[in-house]
T-cell receptor
Framework: RKEVEQDPGPFNVPEGATVAFNCTYS??????FFWYRQDCRKEPKLLMS???SGNEDGRFTAQLNRASQYISLLIRDSKLSDSATYLC????????????FGKGTMLLVSP | EPEVTQTPSHQVTQMGQEVILRCVPI?????FYWYRQILGQKVEFLVS????????KSEIFDDQFSVERPDGSNFTLKIRSTKLEDSAMYFC?????????????FGNGTRLTVT
């Protein structure tokens, strides 16, 4: 099983749509969870941390299910500017701060 | 907003040559990292650095790689004898602390091309 596994993409959605990304992780001892976004050939940028109780930041909602080792990201009212690759990220086995990245899911929002 | 800066943005080198990639982390950050991303693949951890020593490294970070913080601001990654498979985007990152409340901030990367 891969350390961090994400939905294969790309997701093609129209503006205004709601889109959900799923992610599973293999290390049950993971403590830190994040969603990053990466534009083509650019650096990863933190979108949001993911907390056990779930958290929301504007149009973005993240959920964590520790029992299932599952993380999700929901984007409501998609904008053209949301087009990017979304990376699910957890801390590495044995590393409290070093990170393991999923391969990412590409989102394409069209007019 | 303070940012991590990396130079050069693109480095082309011949196989077997040494390269040094440079990074200036955010000034009040204490933890420094190098990651790499081969084209079309996921971002991979190379090494973390704290208190002037390596705190963790991956299996990718073999004897060909080294890191250094030569002064109070720079953080460098050296590849002694580059191989074709070292071609990738190399990202430097830094964080204030460890864990959930200290997310990593990434620089805009150095694209290394080994010919």
């Amino acid at each position: 099983r891969k350390e961090v596994e994400q939905d294969p993409g790309p997701f093609n959605v129209p503006e205004g749509a709601t889109v959900a990304f799923n992610c599973t992780y293999s290390n049950s001892a993971s403590q830190s969870f994040f969603w990053y976004r990466q534009d083509c050939r650019k650096e990863p940028k933190l979108l949001m941390s993911v907390y056990s109780s779930g958290n929301e930041d504007g149009r973005f909602t993240a959920q964590l299910n520790r029992a299932s080792q599952y993380i999700s990201l929901l984007i409501r009212d998609s904008k053209l500017s949301d087009s990017a690759t979304y990376l699910c990220v957890v801390n590495r086995l044995g590393g409290y701060s070093t990170l393991t990245f999923g391969k990412g899911t590409m989102l394409l929002v069209s007019p | 907003e303070p940012e991590v800066t990396q130079t050069p943005s693109h480095q082309v080198t011949q196989m077997g040559q040494e390269v040094i990639l440079r990074c200036v982390p955010i000034s009040n950050h204490l933890y420094f990292y190098w990651y790499r991303q081969i084209l079309g693949q996921k971002v991979e951890f190379l090494v973390s650095f704290y208190n002037n020593e390596i705190s963790e490294k991956s299996e990718i970070f073999d004897d060909q790689f080294s890191v250094e913080r030569p002064d109070g601001s720079n953080f460098t990654l050296k590849i002694r004898s580059t191989k074709l498979e070292d071609s990738a985007m190399y990202f430097c990152a830094s964080s204030v602390g460890r864990g959930h409340n200290s997310p990593l901030h990434f620089g805009n990367g150095t694209r290394l091309t080994v010919t």
